[in-house]
Nanobody, 124 residues
Framework: QVQVAESGGGLVQAGGSLRLSCAAS??????????MGWFRQAPGKEREFVAG????????YYVTSVKGRFTISRDNAKNMVYLQMNSLKPEDTALYYC???????????????WGQGTQVTVSS
């Protein structure tokens, strides 16, 4: 069984930055074999796929609203995925989750159970 754990969220003013981290663990998990990505869900809204990176780091996906502001990266040797978030806006406020995904497409589906997520709150 694979578990994912997100961290790095917090409260930040508009225009600020945060770096989220995701650690995956489990005897059956090999980071080199999975596309990984970040999702977010704001109160009253559907969960959306925000950013993703292919297993070899050669391809990335970003939802239009975060392009140019967010950067996804990964360190497969450490089983870690990161999301650098710059120029944060109040509309970025949400609970952020990471997961493996089969395809880097707008409605990507998670491959593992959800973790607890990490809360990002951006004040105006």
């Amino acid at each position: 069984q694979v578990q994912v754990a997100e961290s790095g969220g917090g409260l930040v003013q508009a225009g600020g930055s945060l770096r989220l981290s995701c650690a995956a663990s489990g005897r059956a998990f090999n980071h080199y074999n999975y596309n990984m990505g970040w999702f977010r869900q704001a109160p009253g809204k559907e969960r959306e796929f925000v950013a993703g990176m292919s297993s070899g780091s050669s391809y990335t996906y970003y939802v239009t609203s975060v392009k140019g502001r967010f950067t996804i990266s990964r360190d497969n040797a450490k089983n870690m995925v990161y999301l650098q978030m710059n120029s944060l806006k109040p509309e970025d406020t949400a609970l952020y989750y990471c997961n493996a995904v089969a395809s880097l497409v707008p409605h990507a589906s998670p491959r593992f159970d959800w973790g607890q997520g990490t809360q990002v709150t951006v004040s105006s």
